[in-house]
């Protein structure tokens, strides 16, 4: 028994009804061609971004670990000290550089949507499954992506813990995808050539060869646009996208360009010239708490409580680190205090130890962080009182925070009052 009419109802199930002419396979392969290597890139950024967190170490972990995706965990190093700036930048700025892509590859792919029928046997019926979840989970993690970056967070369940298995979820769908359809890649590649069609203007334009359930059209309409114009356009729209965005990362004059930045232009509403993600107001941090009653608290060994007048006594040391946002801000500041390890050393810090930090803050996610031993050790990693030559504002973390070469800013941990040994 036919659930459904062998020919199509009218309207976009009939191949007649699409009539791009630069619609078809050589199309979509280039746009195709073009897209993976952003996107494995995209991919493999956000997992490195995972593995900067340190994830096994204490409880810096945001996604719950029961071990089985954290393949590509490692111990995240302590240099470059730009490291962790250059991936986020990467991740969110090719990230956001690639939609128009992604788009006109939709695009190129729309009539298949409306194909006829919808189901032809089980093998189709899967394919259609995994493509659901490749162009849903395209969908899904560009959006989430996209509005995490604007510190817009619309949703009921934990960004991180979703973009994380999300992630897996479309990156397998799209190893199947990209699989399946390599034969169609490389016959398009074998009879057009790869890059032959993009020489032709649009007088010279002419549709590929129509073949049934393909997508070069029956009724080729008149070219309006050629595909060297197509890709074109294409291109122009990621470089804008890229003029208002990158500047949060690189700096520099296209910073004052970066709209699309929420807290990358600027000062970002910091006021000692860089951005704030979390204000003290926000964290629950009172004058008080960071009034002349201050300590920090020293766990292990000996265990010392230590003013901020002691603090500023011992010796202090410069550096100019990066701190970088995992929206994918980032800026590089001169910043003065006193050397983690000998902190660490006061607090009797062994091998195989590494610092819990504790913040003052009682609101918001990473009141806490996990230091690995060699974050603690590193020449560069800092209690930081001061920030380009002042004390730090309270926003930034007054009395003291931790700067640490190539982690992620939320674990550079403000408002420290307490270093605590621990085994890692
Ligand atoms: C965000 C990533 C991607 C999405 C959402 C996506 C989506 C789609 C969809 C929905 C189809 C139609 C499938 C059908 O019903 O038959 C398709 C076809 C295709 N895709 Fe992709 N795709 C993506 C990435 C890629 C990449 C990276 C490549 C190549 C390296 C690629 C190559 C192709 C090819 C060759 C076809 C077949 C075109 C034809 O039937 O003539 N796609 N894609």
């Given at each position: 028994?036919?659930?459904?009419?062998?020919?199509?109802?009218?309207?976009?199930?009939?191949?007649?009804?699409?009539?791009s002419?630069?619609?078809?396979?050589?199309?979509?392969?280039?746009?195709?061609?073009?897209?993976?290597?952003?996107?494995?890139?995209?991919?493999f950024?956000?997992?490195m971004?995972?593995?900067?967190?340190?994830?096994?170490?204490?409880?810096?972990?945001v996604?719950?670990?029961?071990?089985?995706?954290?393949?590509?965990?490692?111990?995240?190093?302590?240099?470059?000290?730009?490291?962790?700036?250059?991936?986020?930048?990467?991740?969110?700025?090719?990230?956001?550089?690639?939609?128009?892509?992604?788009?006109?590859?939709?695009?190129?792919v729309?009539?298949?949507?409306?194909?006829?029928?919808?189901?032809?046997?089980?093998?189709?019926?899967?394919?259609?499954?995994?493509?659901?979840?490749?162009?849903?989970?395209?969908g899904?993690?560009?959006?989430?992506?996209?509005?995490?970056?604007?510190n817009?967070y619309?949703?009921?369940?934990?960004?991180?813990?979703?973009h994380?298995?999300?992630?897996?979820?479309?990156?397998?769908?799209?190893?199947?995808?990209?699989?399946?359809?390599f034969?169609?890649?490389?016959?398009?590649?074998?009879?057009?050539?790869?890059?032959?069609?993009?020489?032709?203007?649009?007088?010279?334009?002419?549709?590929?060869?129509?073949?049934?359930?393909?997508?070069?059209?029956?009724?080729?309409?008149?070219?309006?646009?050629?595909?060297?114009?197509?890709?074109?356009?294409?291109g122009?729209?990621?470089?804008?996208?890229?003029?208002?965005?990158?500047?949060?990362?690189?700096?520099?004059?296209?910073?004052?360009?970066?709209?699309?930045?929420?807290?990358?232009r600027?000062?970002?509403?910091?006021?000692q010239?860089?951005?704030?993600?979390?204000?003290?107001?926000?964290?629950?941090?009172?004058?008080?708490?960071?009034?002349?009653?201050?300590?920090?608290?020293?766990?292990?060994?000996?265990?010392?409580?230590?003013?901020?007048?002691?603090?500023?006594?011992?010796?202090?040391?410069?550096?100019?680190?990066?701190?970088?946002?995992?929206?994918?801000?980032?800026s590089?500041?001169?910043?003065?205090?006193?050397?983690?390890?000998?902190?660490?050393?006061?607090?009797?810090?062994?091998?195989?130890?590494?610092?819990?930090?504790?913040?003052?803050?009682?609101?918001?996610?990473?009141?806490?962080?996990?230091?690995?031993?060699?974050?603690?050790?590193?020449?560069?990693?800092?209690?930081?009182?001061?920030?380009?030559?002042?004390?730090?504002?309270?926003?930034?973390?007054?009395?003291?925070?931790?700067?640490?070469?190539a982690?992620?800013?939320?674990?550079?941990?403000?408002?420290?009052?307490?270093?605590?040994?621990?085994?890692?």
């Open positions: 028994m036919r659930l459904l009419p062998a020919n199509p109802p009218p309207g976009p199930t009939e191949e007649s009804f699409w009539q002419p630069i619609r078809g396979p050589w199309m979509t392969s280039i746009l195709g061609s073009l897209l993976l290597p952003f996107v494995v890139l995209v991919g950024t956000g997992f971004s995972h593995a900067a967190y340190n994830p096994d170490l204490g409880m810096n972990q996604v719950p670990r029961d071990g089985d995706l954290d393949l590509l965990l490692f111990d995240w190093p302590t240099g470059p000290t730009w490291l962790y700036a250059l991936n986020q930048g990467l991740h969110t700025i090719v990230g956001i550089m690639v939609v128009p892509l992604i788009l006109a590859k939709l695009w190129s729309f009539p298949k949507l409306f194909a006829w029928p919808p189901v032809k046997s089980p093998a189709h019926a899967l394919e259609r499954v995994s493509l659901l979840l490749l162009v849903g989970g395209a899904f993690m560009w959006a989430t992506g996209l509005l995490n970056s604007q817009y619309p949703w009921n369940f934990n960004f991180v813990v979703a994380y298995y999300g992630a897996w979820a479309f990156l397998g769908a799209l190893f199947v995808h990209v699989a399946t359809k034969t169609t890649l490389r016959t398009a590649y074998a009879e057009r050539g790869v890059l032959k069609p993009l020489m032709d203007d649009v007088a010279h334009t002419e549709a590929e060869p129509y073949r049934k359930g393909g997508l070069a059209p029956e009724v080729p309409e008149a070219p309006t646009i050629s595909r060297r114009g197509l890709l074109g356009l294409v122009a729209t990621s470089a804008g996208l890229f003029v208002v965005t990158a500047g949060q990362s690189i700096g520099g004059p296209l910073r004052s360009v970066a709209l699309l930045a929420p807290r990358g600027g000062a970002g509403g910091g006021a010239g860089f951005p704030v993600n979390k204000t003290a107001r926000l964290a629950g941090i009172t004058p008080a708490k960071v009034g002349p009653g201050y300590r920090l608290t020293l766990t292990g060994g000996s265990g010392q409580a230590l003013t901020r007048e002691q603090l500023t006594a011992m010796p202090q040391h410069t550096e100019e680190l990066p701190i970088a946002c995992v929206e994918g801000w980032s590089t500041q001169t910043w003065t205090g006193v050397r983690l390890k000998d902190l660490a050393a006061m607090a009797g810090l062994g091998a195989g130890q590494g610092l819990q930090v504790i913040s003052l803050q009682e609101k918001g996610a990473f009141r806490q962080t996990t230091l690995s031993h060699d974050q603690v050790m590193n020449e560069k990693s800092l209690l930081a009182l001061q920030v380009g030559g002042e004390a730090l504002s309270m926003d930034h973390g007054f009395p003291a925070r931790i700067i640490v070469p982690q992620p800013g939320v674990h550079n941990t403000k408002w420290v009052t307490e270093l605590k040994v621990v085994d890692v």
